[in-house]
């Protein structure tokens, strides 16, 4: 019930295209969900996150689209472009609970943006 | 303002070994946490640390141990090495207020041999 199932595994995107990594999680508890973007060698950074009481949140070309019913969350980079290459992590905590600050991470994907 | 300091960067150790990591939180924060990742995955948590105590634990067995100190920086410790072990070390810092600004290490990658 804690796991955060992340797809595609790898995406190849030209650049000026959209990239779209979708999450799904189990735990309903979760209320915090936020991407990360990691390059070799360095540790994730934060890209933006979401809580389940709004649908949409965008900064700048970052979008992210959350399904409560659904228990769905995806990330929407417009505009890619190739710095855009990275693994990127979607992941899921419950905030306010008990499990405060231990996130539970998807399994990454992998996006390359072509020039 | 330094960010989340980690030591050393890599490190290669024998089987049945043991490894101490550290980590300094960035400035203002009180909260550390520390992850496992392991190649082409994402990070799994070990555990946390607020007020020196260890207050939430992942599915990690008892090997595995850490310590904070009085100025918020914290050790990861890692008994009887096993191969499996293998893995960048990620520790990310934040408040105990809010989760916002939790900020992660660039880790220190530990290979068992």
């Known amino acids: 019930q804690q796991q955060v199932k992340q797809s595609p595994q790898s995406l190849i995107v030209q650049k000026g295209g959209i990239s779209i990594i979708n999450c799904a999680y189990e735990n309903t508890a979760f209320d915090y969900f936020p991407w990360y973007q990691q390059f070799p060698g360095k540790g994730p950074a934060l890209l933006i996150a979401i809580r389940p009481d709004v649908s949409e949140k965008k900064e700048g070309r970052f979008t992210i689209s959350f399904n409560k019913s659904a228990k769905q969350f995806s990330l929407h980079i417009m505009d890619s472009q190739p710095g855009d290459s990275a693994t990127y992590f979607c992941?899921?905590?419950?905030?306010?609970?008990?499990?405060?600050?231990?996130?539970?991470f998807g399994q990454g994907t992998i996006l390359t943006v072509h020039p | 303002d330094a960010g989340v300091t980690q030591s050393p960067t890599h490190l290669i150790k024998t089987r049945g070994q043991q490894v101490t990591l550290r980590c300094s939180p960035k400035s203002g924060h009180d909260t550390v946490s520390w992850y496992q990742q392991a190649l082409g995955q994402g990070p799994q948590f070990i555990f946390q640390y607020y007020e020196e105590e260890e207050r939430q634990r992942g599915n990690f067995p008892d090997r595995f141990s850490g310590h904070q100190y009085p100025n918020y920086s914290s050790e990861l410790n890692v008994n009887a090495l096993l191969l499996g072990d293998s893995a960048l070390y990620l520790c990310?810092?934040?408040?105990?207020?809010?989760?916002?600004?939790?900020?992660f290490g660039s880790g220190t990658r530990l290979t068992v041999v």
């Open positions: 992941a899921a905590t419950n905030a306010g609970g008990t499990s405060y600050g231990k996130l539970t």
């Open positions: 990310a810092s934040s408040t105990s207020r809010t989760l916002y600004g939790y900020t």
